[in-house]
């Protein structure tokens, strides 16, 4: 694995259950970007150890992304009243992996696509992490654009 150094520019929000900024890093494809859910431990993992692959990866073989307009649908299924969640956004141009839109789950709207990427998630790839707290309900809604 080359080692890739990135400066973040960090925006500070105020303490949210641990993680107490946003840190953004550049992006170099301008492209729309993808993003990953996690927890701040996992998040503290990624960065000790510049790749991420989920408990799920060996069996899949690929981490379950998501587009900003779509995530509040499996976070709200998998992660429902959990207020330890960071929100990786992702450019899809440094994940150096093939990236697949492929069908969720049956709960899913018949026609949502989900980025699946094949290989390891990369620090690297990372522009963006901030916590993603549920709302009151302990829901997570669709996030504004």
Same mark, same amino acid.
Not at 51 to 78: K, Y
């Given at each position: 694995?080359?080692?890739?150094?990135?400066?973040?520019?960090?925006?500070?929000?105020?303490?949210? $259950?641990?993680?107490?900024?946003?840190?953004?890093?550049?992006? +170099? !494809?301008?492209?729309?970007?993808?993003?990953?859910?996690? !927890?701040?431990?996992?998040?503290?993992?990624? #960065?000790?150890? /510049?790749? #991420?692959?989920?408990?799920?990866? +060996? *069996?899949?073989? &690929?981490?379950?992304?998501?587009?900003? $307009?779509?995530?509040?649908?499996?976070?709200?299924?998998? &992660?429902? /009243? #959990?207020?330890?969640?960071?929100?990786?956004?992702?450019?899809? *141009? =440094?994940?150096?992996?093939?990236? =697949?839109?492929?069908?969720?789950?049956?709960?899913?709207? *018949?026609?949502? #696509?989900? %980025?699946?990427?094949?290989?390891?998630?990369?620090?690297?790839?990372?522009?963006? *992490?901030?916590?993603?707290?549920? /709302?009151?309900?302990? =829901?997570? %809604?669709?996030?504004?654009?």
């Amino acid at each position: 694995m080359s080692s890739v150094r990135v400066r973040s520019q960090r925006t500070r929000l105020g303490a949210v $259950n641990g993680l107490s900024d946003v840190e953004v890093f550049p992006d +170099a !494809s301008g492209g729309t970007p993808l993003v990953h859910l996690c !927890s701040e431990s996992e998040w503290s993992a990624l #960065r000790r150890d /510049g790749e #991420r692959r989920p408990p799920g990866f +060996a *069996a899949d073989g &690929f981490v379950h992304l998501s587009t900003p $307009n779509q995530v509040h649908l499996p976070a709200d299924r998998l &992660f429902r /009243g #959990r207020n330890d969640l960071v929100l990786l956004t992702l450019d899809a *141009a =440094r994940l150096g992996a093939p990236v =697949r839109f492929e069908p969720g789950v049956a709960d899913d709207p *018949a026609d949502a #696509r989900f %980025p699946h990427l094949y290989g390891p998630l990369p620090l690297g790839a990372v522009i963006r *992490a901030e916590p993603y707290p549920p /709302g009151p309900d302990g =829901r997570f %809604p669709p996030r504004e654009t």
